[in-house]
């Protein structure tokens, strides 16, 4: 038995409206409220992005840290895990007495973010850079761990 589809058209489909609200303006109410209703304001927390790579030779880990100092940032290596913590800074200008903030997204505070990576890193030789609000963290593979050519007998 087969069924046959019947495709449908933009203006056959008719949204289905809970209590006059569409799913989207029900998310936005959700939203707004979850950011304003809160008792721990969320400049209290920062989130870093984190992109890992990794080549035939090391692994390299970027971050963005905008508005972050590089003498606010910790990196360590331990048994395997890197973590990088830091403290991106409230900015003065928010303190101002005469600005009435609607909406503050650029978050500050403590940040902290780990990853834990194989056992064939270099931790010794790791080097870091700190550029434009992106760090760069690369991390080299121990010599045993890289790959190399195997030549076929004839």
Not at 102 to 131: C, Q
Request: net charge negative; hydrophobic share 30%.
């Amino acid at each position: 038995m087969s069924t046959k589809l019947t495709p449908r058209t933009p203006s056959s489909v008719t949204r289905t409206p809970f209590r006059g609200m569409t799913p989207r303006t029900m998310f936005e109410e959700l939203f707004d409220q979850f950011l304003t209703d809160r008792n721990v304001p969320m400049t209290e927390v920062m989130s870093a992005a984190m992109d890992v790579a990794e080549t035939d030779h090391a692994f390299e880990v970027k971050m963005d840290l905008p508005g972050v100092n590089a003498d606010e940032v910790d990196i360590q290596i331990d048994n395997n895990t890197l973590t990088v913590r830091g403290q991106r800074s409230e900015e003065s200008e928010e303190k101002d007495e005469e600005k009435q903030y609607h909406r503050i997204e650029r978050y500050s505070g403590v940040f902290s973010r780990s990853v834990v990576l194989p056992n064939s890193i270099n931790e010794n030789e790791t080097v870091a850079e700190f550029k434009d609000g992106v760090l760069k963290i690369l991390i080299p593979k121990t010599e045993e761990a890289k790959p190399r050519k195997i030549n076929i007998r004839t």
